[in-house]
Nanobody
Framework: QVQLVESGGGLVQAGGSLRLSCAASGRTFSTYAMGWFRQAPGKEREFVAAISRSGGSTYYADSVKGRFTISRDNAKNTVYLQMNSLKPEDTAVYYC??????????????????WGQGTQVTVSS
């Protein structure tokens, strides 16, 4: 069993920054790939960013590329999402997720095995 707890969400003005954190427990963190997803009201959950077990490979949705950075600290069992130049359209609940048997790093929601409870990010214009 893997427990994921997100933190760092909040209200920020357009152009501002936030850093989300996701603390993991229950299994060896360095053995699984991690992802960040988001869901806005009335919309489907969508991929934001993902990172490999070692942190050597990262992937981003086109909508956040160049503005968001995913990273991980395996010693702290934590994955981060640094969000810069935030836009109102980034407003959503952000979820971290763990793929405990990664073959390749995936952007597909259904391939992730464990999910956090989510943290709200609201960007005002």
């Amino acid at each position: 069993q893997v427990q994921l707890v997100e933190s760092g969400g909040g209200l920020v003005q357009a152009g501002g920054s936030l850093r989300l954190s996701c603390a993991a427990s229950g299994r060896t963190f360095s053995t699984y790939a991690m992802g960040w997803f988001r869901q806005a009201p009335g919309k489907e959950r969508e991929f934001v960013a993902a990172i490999s077990r070692s942190g050597g490979s990262t992937y981003y949705a086109d909508s956040v590329k160049g503005r968001f950075t995913i990273s991980r600290d395996n010693a702290k069992n934590t994955v981060y999402l640094q969000m810069n130049s935030l836009k109102p359209e980034d407003t959503a609940v952000y979820y971290c997720a763990a793929d405990i048997t990664p073959v390749v790093v995936t952007t597909r929601t259904y391939e992730y095995d464990y999910w956090g409870q989510g943290t709200q990010v609201t960007v005002s214009s």
